[in-house]
Every structure is written in structure tokens, then in C-alpha cells.
């Protein structure tokens, strides 16, 4: 069974330019998440989504961010416009049941985000 | 507002050693908690979860145990190896509604031949 998929692994862009991540679950998995590693910090949520719906966004920053997840299969978390303090470490992870909230999540290899 | 503690951030042990990591939580009212490791530059492994009606959960040489009165979770690795250098984190799940992870910042095991 193939893991969390993230493209791309590392991601370098100017202030004010727009950056998309991607995020491949498990393949099955209803539950979505997205969290980020800002340098020096611990892993922060920044939200959830059961199948194509937000469960929970309560975790993002600001209206700079915009995640989607079409389909109920694979996501995107777009930064538009990007800011220097956007820069870290973006983790997706998945779970399997739709009920199962608290459920062991599995988490992707991580796309770094360098904002210069 | 539910905060999680790691102490100590780093940890240095010789081979074979047995070692313990902790684990605190602010609010005793969380639902499961879960264990990872995270190798540099990698993505978070998924260790032990436990579930807040449990005390504890094994996995080959690990053990979790979960003490939700006191707001303390420990990891208990036997026999330690070089393999087993890594971050370890803990996370808990703060509401059923949501699978929010809270995680600490990790402590940094680094295991000497």
C-alpha cells in the first residue's frame, strides 16, 4: 500500500508569488489533513477535511490560504500571495474512516517552503 | 487551551540502554494520543496510538502508557539501538469532532554505539 504522497518536496519562491502544494493520501482514506513546522516551532494543524468537505479549518493563518480537495481524493493548499513568514516545513496525513477523527494518522514526507 | 510538553528536548544514551520519554498535557481531557518519530528530513512514523480509555499499548520493544489524571504520557524504549536516533513526538487528540493533532516539540534521541 503506497504512503502519503507530497509533491513537490522543496519549493523556494520570491514574496508575493503564488505556490501550490499537493497532497496524495492513502488510497481509501476519507479523513485529510493538512499541518506546517514554521523553523524552530512544533507541528501545527491547519485543518481537515472529511472526504471533499472542511471538517475543521480552525488552523489557518489567514485568507492567504486556500486548500481544496476535489473529489474527495487528492488535495491542494495554494499560498497566494506568499509572505516570508510562510516559509516551513507543510505536512499532509491521512486517516481512514470518515468517523474515525481519532484515528492514527499517517503522514507524508513533508514539502518545504522556502519564502525569499 | 491545550498545550504539549517534551522534556528534555535532547537526550544522549550508549547502546542497550533502556530510556524513557516523557510526555505532558495541559488539558486531561483529550481523546487518543499518538507517538511518532521523525528522521531527519522525513516525514513523521507513526509509533504507538493509544486510546484514552487505554493505560498502555506496546509495539515490539516500545511501550506507551497513558495517565490522563496526571496529563502524562511516557515512551519506554528497551534495549536501545543507533537505529533508534530520531525525533520522537507525541500529539494529542484535543475533540472527537475534529482530528486536530496538538503535538510537543520533540525530543531528539540520539543513541551512541
Known amino acids: 500500500e503506497a504512503g502519503v504522497t507530497q509533491f513537490p518536496s522543496h519549493s523556494v519562491i520570491e514574496k508575493g508569488q503564488t505556490v501550490t502544494l499537493r497532497c496524495d493520501p492513502i488510497?481509501?482514506?476519507?479523513?485529510l489533513y493538512w499541518y506546517r513546522r514554521v523553523m524552530g516551532k512544533e507541528i501545527k494543524f491547519l485543518l481537515h477535511?472529511?472526504?471533499?468537505?472542511?471538517?475543521?479549518e480552525s488552523g489557518m493563518p489567514n485568507n492567504r490560504f486556500l486548500a481544496e480537495r476535489t473529489g474527495g481524493t487528492y488535495s491542494t493548499l495554494k499560498v497566494q500571495p506568499a509572505e516570508l513568514e510562510d516559509s516551513g516545513v507543510y505536512f499532509c496525513?491521512?486517516?481512514?474512516?470518515?468517523?474515525?477523527?481519532?484515528?492514527?494518522?499517517?503522514f507524508g514526507p513533508g514539502t518545504r517552503l522556502t519564502v525569499l | 487551551k491545550q498545550e504539549v510538553t517534551q522534556i528534555p528536548a535532547a537526550l544522549s544514551v550508549p547502546e542497550g540502554e533502556n530510556l524513557v520519554l516523557n510526555c505532558s498535557f495541559t488539558?486531561?481531557?483529550?481523546?487518543?494520543l499518538q507517538w511518532f518519530r521523525q528522521d531527519p528530513g522525513k516525514g513523521l512514523t507513526s509509533l504507538l496510538l493509544?486510546?484514552?480509555?487505554?493505560r498502555e499499548q506496546t509495539s515490539g520493544r516500545l511501550n506507551a502508557s497513558l495517565d490522563k489524571s496526571s496529563g502524562r504520557s511516557t515512551l519506554y524504549i528497551a534495549a536501545s539501538q543507533p537505529g533508534d536516533s530520531a525525533t520522537y513526538l507525541c500529539a494529542v487528540f484535543g475533540s472527537s469532532n475534529t482530528g486536530k493533532l496538538i503535538f510537543g516539540q520533540g525530543t531528539t534521541l540520539q543513541v551512541k554505539p
Open positions: 496525513a491521512s486517516s481512514r474512516h470518515w468517523a474515525g477523527h481519532t484515528d492514527t494518522q499517517y
Open positions: 493509544i486510546q484514552s480509555s487505554q
Open positions: 477535511f472529511v472526504k471533499e468537505s472542511k471538517q475543521d
Open positions: 488510497s481509501g482514506h476519507d479523513n
Open positions: 488539558d486531561s481531557a483529550i481523546y487518543n
